[in-house]
């Protein structure tokens, strides 16, 4: 289903008051794509480039027919979380079936040394840009993982390539664990705290913290209710590119959570309308949501990482 633009999108919920009778987590580990033996031998450029069209022509199918077993057959990991969550939401008539498309001018890198094998694909649909994960989940079945849209004015860096035109994939190093330092990071600066360094400010970290911010202090003010957001490095796998430079690419997932409890009697809270359709009722005493936020990541050698692309999409919204 991986067209939905939504590209860390800020919290709007509501307060309401009526009158009647009467979840920090720490920071997960981290690990780069596994890494097996034997390895197999990489695809071709021919063989990624038919793989992923077959899971366009999937993709397109699996929304048309609203479908899950589709998605499933296409998709693992945050890329199906998301789209599972999209589909719950087009049942429930909370959002539009998606038109079909297709990407252009896509670029593959290919990584030799990756295993189990995988590989990453940039292509446009209209003006944006989508960078894909391709991931073999076994006997050469490709299935979609990650997926993010490149920022307003972010270019990918050059990928290093050998002389047949491979990419290289980073197993280890403090790259593979950039996801950490960005969730600490995001979730000091909404909660208006000195932000660790590591991290480059700009519209994707800064400036979205600071949005964030302002929501929470919208929504605590009058002491009727306490709560904000946090975020938190997820245990799936990272997948990262070796650029040309001496960095990393690092494509990976966080978790980010929003919890609100009422502090006062006769006050309701109502999420935001992206959470609609994924939880039993609309207004809540106590709310806690979630959401998948994939990024790419551009780790240099040396200074702080910066974040190239995003998208956030609401999966999970429950409370009392």
């Not at 990407?103 to 040394?113: E, G, L, M, S």
């Not at 929003?258 to 709310?287: H, I, M």
């Not at 806690?288 to 200074?303: D, F, I, K």
């Amino acid at each position: 289903m991986y067209t939905r633009i939504a590209l860390v999108v800020l919290a709007t919920g509501a307060l309401i008051t009526g009158c009647s009778d009467g979840k920090t987590m720490g920071p997960s580990a981290r690990r780069a794509s596994p890494h097996l033996t034997p390895q197999a031998k990489p695809l071709t450029e021919a063989q990624a480039r038919a793989i992923f069209e077959r899971s366009e022509r999937v993709n397109n199918e699996a929304n048309a027919k609203v479908s899950d077993p589709l998605l499933r057959s296409n998709e693992i990991g945050p890329m199906l979380e998301v789209d599972l969550a999209g589909n719950k939401r087009i049942r429930s008539k909370k959002q539009k079936k998606i038109s079909p498309f297709l990407h252009a001018h896509t670029q593959f890198f290919i990584p030799r040394n990756a295993n189990p094998a995988w590989f990453g694909v940039l292509g446009s649909v209209g003006k944006n840009t989508e960078i894909q994960i391709m991931l073999d989940t076994g006997g050469g079945v490709y299935k979609n993982v990650l997926g993010c849209w490149l920022g307003a004015g972010q270019k990918v860096p050059a990928i290093a390539r050998d002389a047949d035109g491979f990419a290289t994939a980073v197993t280890t190093g403090t790259a593979v664990g950039v996801g950490t330092k960005i969730a600490a990071y995001l979730t000091a600066a909404a909660a208006g705290k000195h932000a660790p360094g590591g991290i480059k400010s700009g519209r994707l970290t800064s400036r979205v913290a600071k949005s964030w911010a302002r929501s929470v202090a919208r929504i605590n003010a009058g002491h009727r209710w306490s709560g904000g957001v946090t975020w938190t490095a997820r245990p799936d796998s990272v997948y990262a590119l070796k650029t040309a430079d001496g960095g990393a690419v690092v494509f990976g997932a966080e978790t980010e959570t929003e919890n609100y409890t009422a502090t006062q009697p006769n006050v309701w809270f109502e999420p935001d309308s992206r959470y609609f359709g994924l939880g039993p009722k609309r207004y809540f005493v106590n709310f806690s949501g979630e959401l998948v936020w994939q990024h790419a990541t551009y780790v240099p050698s040396q200074g702080p990482a910066s974040v190239l692309a995003d998208s956030a999409n609401a999966t999970r919204a429950t409370g009392s």
